[in-house]
């Protein structure tokens, strides 16, 4: 396991200007390598809201172990659990964009990333009632991992991926889409693979290996080496190649870590 601090020490520096307890959400440029920018200031009271409660991600691959991890914790007193809408992605007054994607990715990815975002800003707007929460995936991710790898691979034209990234940009300026914490389980495409095939969702049947290669790329380069987006908060990285039991070893030995706002501060 590693705890990483930010990446960035750009937005190190930003932050103690605007005196933030927890690390804002810079945007990753209007262009498709833009240079990265700001997020606006938090209003008085919606910074002293934030001072009280906590948002942790749990980021990772398909089939990576996160709602596992959710789970794990649900029962936690002063925590909440916000799982991915997948159920949202999979229907839509009837229509099922998430398959769509899978079946043809240059036809329809613009159309299931454009709905995650939304669903995922609704995510990070929800009101937060519990001191800690923890949230799978979030806005951040859905562009710097699936948006960038749709544009990589050819899939999705650049005037799209434009597009999504100006959206994206204006969101983390005007929005409050901070997080305190990201958790990344970290398995190797193989692992993943072998798990999806004991998976029951009909959209994944069709997922290659090769695609959970290109997201694990991509998530290695936001959270790992940092090569080229920066991260809004500290990274704990766990190793999650393990088997059910030993991963709930691993989360429990961790808890302090993931539940505790002065470890992730202090990069302890």
Known sequence: MLLRPPLRGWACGALRSLGMGSPGSPASGA???GAPRRAWPLDKDRENDKEKK?????????????????????NTSDVEVLMEPVLKWRNVRGHNPLGLMYQDACRWGLTLQTYVQLTML?????????????MERSVHSARYVFVENLYRSGKMPEVDYVILSEWFDWIVRSI?????LIVYLRTTPETCYQRLQMR???????IPLEYLEAIHHCYE???????????AAPVLVIEADQNLEKMLELFEQNRVQILTPENWKHGS
Do not use: M
């Not at 906590?54 to 649900?74: D, H, P, Q, R």
């Not at 409050?176 to 305190?180: A, E, L, M, T």
């Not at 029951?200 to 069709?206: A, G, M, P, W």
């Open 200 to 206: 029951c969702r009909e959209e994944e049947k069709v």
């Open 176 to 180: 409050d889409v901070s997080v305190d």
């Open 221 to 231: 380069e936001w959270l790992v080496t940092g090569s080229l987006f920066p991260v």
């Open 54 to 74: 906590s948002v942790i991600c749990i980021e990772g691959n398909i089939a990576s172990g996160k709602t596992t991890c959710l789970e794990y914790f649900s």
């Open 31 to 33: 262009r498709p390598r």
């Open 122 to 134: 609704e995510q990070h707007t929800r009101p937060q009632i519990s001191p800690v929460r923890l």
